[in-house]
């Protein structure tokens, strides 16, 4: 059974932090000082999308399986129609490994064809938690284009995707 995806407006506001603050508890847990100032940042996302319906709010939905929120997807793309920018990628730990983090990917995919933007990008760090999106990315058909290293970490690196649509 595919994902279902609907607006987060069917829920209140704070649902978007509430998974991210889940999806990412045992990193927060592990690695704190490098961790929890995301937390804000998680916050005031949620307060973006849900401040603003019509841009930030058009681009995030919740991913259901069945009756249940398993996560969410959200993206960008305000570069038209040269590009589109994958933001959230989210899967609650106890729906991973399933397929729908690629489901969710593929929504995105769906959604910016149907924009008719040429290249889609996306990034992640080089953290091991973050392991299976890297993979996950690549077998969606992204390419590894670019590593930086992480501001708050030089240690860490962002790894920038992308994939020609």
């Known amino acids: 059974m595919p994902l279902k995806h609907t607006t987060p407006f069917e829920c209140e506001p704070g649902i978007l932090a509430l998974l991210l603050k889940q999806s990412y508890a045992e990193l927060v847990e ?50 038209q129609p040269t590009l589109g920018v994958i933001g959230h990628n989210c899967i609650l730990p106890s729906f991973r490994r399933q397929g729908f983090g690629k489901q969710q990917i593929r929504e995105i995919i769906w959604r910016f ?9 996306v990034s992640t760090n080089d953290h091991p938690f973050f392991k299976p999106a890297q993979r996950m990315y690549l077998a969606c058909g992204f390419q590894e284009v670019d590593r930086q290293p992480w501001a708050r970490n030089h240690r860490q690196n962002i790894v920038h995707y992308e994939m020609e649509l």
């Open 113 to 121: 064809r149907k924009l008719e933007l040429r290249r889609a990008i």
């Open 30 to 79: 592990t690695e704190p000082e490098l961790w929890q100032p995301e937390r804000e940042n998680w916050v005031q996302f949620d307060r973006e999308v849900f401040q603003n319906p019509d841009t930030v709010g058009a681009c995030t939905f919740l991913s259901w399986w069945g009756n249940e929120v398993v996560g969410f997807l959200s993206f960008d793309p305000r570069q």
